[in-house]
């Protein structure tokens, strides 16, 4: 499944929301997606984290097509390796990064916080510069 999918996020907030002002909460937001190889085992199967970017690259190179599930407001893939195991790709996107930053006007929490920095998301910044005034914390 996504990431971070959109009602899961929501249900976390909401849920956050009956324990503690609005003004006090961050909004996590995930740099990263992650590459499942098929078939899952629960307790056996292990996904590789992977950055937003390589898995733009991952679809290229095995000309998979990125779908983008509306539900869960996110993008996905399939693909075969090299060795014919498929695989599954989660990962995020401009689309799916704006549907969570949306979620701090509409709840009026405090901001967000990124987990991993250190994997490059140009489409992101990009994104928070056109919508936010951005400040250090």
Do not use: C
């Amino acid at each position: 499944m996504a990431v971070a999918p959109l009602p899961n996020v929501r249900r976390v907030v909401e849920y956050a929301l009956t324990e503690m002002p609005a003004q006090k909460i961050w909004l996590g937001i995930p740099n990263y997606g992650y590459d499942w190889p098929l078939p899952f085992a629960e307790g056996v199967t292990r996904a590789t984290s992977i950055s937003n970017q390589y898995a733009v690259r991952l679809a290229l190179r095995y000309g998979a097509e990125i779908q983008y599930d509306t539900l869960a407001r996110s993008p996905w893939f399939r693909y075969t390796d090299e060795q014919g195991r498929e695989h599954e790709v989660w990962f995020e996107d401009a689309r799916s990064i704006q549907a969570k930053l949306a979620l701090i006007p509409e709840y009026g929490l405090y901001g967000a916080g990124y987990w991993n920095l250190m994997r490059p998301f140009p489409q992101n910044w990009l994104i928070l510069d056109s919508e936010y005034n951005i400040r250090q914390g």
